[in-house]
């Protein structure tokens, strides 16, 4: 397999998980590590994540997503990933900064408010259940609000090119006659 792109190893690892090669998927990830491409290293060193907390290497699991986190710190699965092995350890304070700093990397994302709201409602902190699940409600009604907004401003921009050209139309025919 030399002479291959990054993407391919991250193809050719993928392949190899759905055959439950997870040696060789392993091996195709760390190829990816070699290269220099910072989104596919990103996404080997999640995948290889993900293998490590299928065999229970929770350590290694960490410092793979702690690497993502640090190649870039918007990756929502490495701040859940990091979040739920806090969790698996009994670390839920951990666990909940994890998740709030993820947030703090990309604010009001659904999955990283969700899983927050589950881990303060399954620990009985209901106040910061209660802040998160408006937050995350306002948020939503935030993106309808835009998505009803960017309609609007589409229609008005299609009927001022309409008016406009009336207009023009219009100038045309008085001065014509």
Known sequence: ???????????????????YQYNNAKRMYRRVLWGKELNCKSQALLNLGDLYVSEQAIDRAKRMYLDVIELNPNEVRAWAGLSYLFQREGKIPNAIETLKEGLGHRPFNAGLLIQLRLLYKSNKNYWNYTKISFTYRMHKIRNKIEAILKKIYTYLKVLWNDIIQHYSEYKKFLYAG
């Open 1 to 19: 397999f030399y002479g291959l792109e990054n993407h391919d190893y991250l193809s050719l690892g993928d392949i190899y998980i759905k055959l």
